[in-house]
């Protein structure tokens, strides 16, 4: 099964929304590792178009990693070599736990803060995804 049948089986399991509207798509990531650390060069932009706080995601694949992680300007180092597939992955990781809605599967959703826990509401179908 290639990556994109993969993908189309996921779609098959969310109950609404199945055109893929549902999901949206991350740049490619500008990766390059060397002497120790690697640098994700258009951090920023893939912050952006997952429309979450970068140094939330920054602290967030510091601790999925086990590594140190710095912003620096619109690029994120990274402390270690890594390839960019394994970077990919993290985000991915990110995005199922504090972008796409448990319900539906929709990428419209917003990050709030409520009496100290941290809830993922979505805009598409109202969910309110509490974290623990
Ligand atoms: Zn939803």
Same mark, same amino acid.
């Given at each position: 099964?290639?990556?994109?049948e993969?993908?189309?089986?996921?779609? #098959?399991? @969310?109950?609404e929304n199945?055109? =893929?509207?549902?999901?949206? %798509?991350?740049? /490619?990531?500008e990766?390059?590792?060397?002497s120790?650390? *690697? &640098?994700?060069?258009?951090?920023?932009?893939v912050a952006? !178009?997952i429309?979450? /706080?970068? %140094?939330h $995601?920054?602290?967030? $694949?510091s601790d999925?990693?086990?590594?140190? *992680?710095?912003? #620096?300007g619109?690029?994120?180092?990274i402390?270690?070599?890594?390839?960019? %597939?394994?970077?990919?992955? &993290?985000?991915?990781?990110?995005?199922?736990?504090? @972008?796409?809605?448990?319900e539906?599967?929709?990428p =419209?959703?917003?990050l709030?803060e409520?009496?100290? @826990?941290r809830?993922? &509401?979505? #805009?598409?179908?109202? !969910?309110r995804?509490v974290l623990?």
């Amino acid at each position: 099964m290639d990556y994109g049948e993969m993908l189309e089986k996921g779609m #098959q399991e @969310v109950p609404e929304n199945t055109d =893929d509207s549902g999901r949206f %798509e991350v740049p /490619d990531l500008e990766v390059e590792s060397r002497s120790g650390s *690697t &640098r994700v060069g258009n951090f920023m932009d893939v912050a952006e !178009a997952i429309g979450r /706080d970068p %140094e939330h $995601l920054a602290d967030f $694949l510091s601790d999925d990693i086990g590594t140190a *992680t710095s912003l #620096q300007g619109s690029e994120l180092e990274i402390s270690g070599e890594f390839r960019r %597939e394994n970077i990919r992955g &993290r985000i991915d990781n990110y995005l199922e736990r504090f @972008v796409y809605c448990d319900e539906c599967g929709s990428p =419209d959703t917003v990050l709030t803060e409520e009496k100290e @826990v941290r809830i993922v &509401r979505c #805009q598409a179908c109202g !969910a309110r995804n509490v974290l623990d």
